[in-house]
């Protein structure tokens, strides 16, 4: 199991090289990466070694992973140019994302896609403000 806590931990030690300043950004990058790897990975399937990649947001030996109280959304009409990342960046500025991946029929992008926030409001925020620049958004069945 890979966890994906509080990333923090990881800069709480500043060495001689480094400035406060130097030092908060290097935090605030690995917490966007550690926040983007969650949505985009948790939960893939790793063909070759048989099992699903679970990722955790916080330490699972000493607290409860955050509840998802969201509707998947379903984007359609997306170009076929269209990847993961560029979901999270479309997405992501309206709240935590839970999940936010392309759909693939035959390992074939088909123009659709799953996303998921952890709070309904933040769904409701990005389908109200998306709609206007004409994604295609709907509650998934």
Known sequence: ???????????????????????ATNCATIIFSADRA???????????????????????????EPEVNANILQVKSLGPS????????????????????TVLDNSRFKGVALVQYFRQEDADDAQRELVRMMVEIFLAE
């Open 38 to 64: 969650y949505a985009l990975f948790n939960n893939i399937l790793l063909a070759q070694h048989g099992c699903l990649l679970k990722l955790n947001m916080n330490d699972p030996n000493t607290a409860n």
């Open 1 to 23: 199991m890979v966890a994906v806590h509080n990333t923090s931990l990881l800069c709480s030690e500043p060495t001689k090289s480094r400035t406060n300043d130097d030092l």
């Open 82 to 101: 269209t990847d993961n990342t560029f979901l999270y960046n479309l997405f992501r500025p309206y709240g935590a994302l839970q999940y936010c991946r």
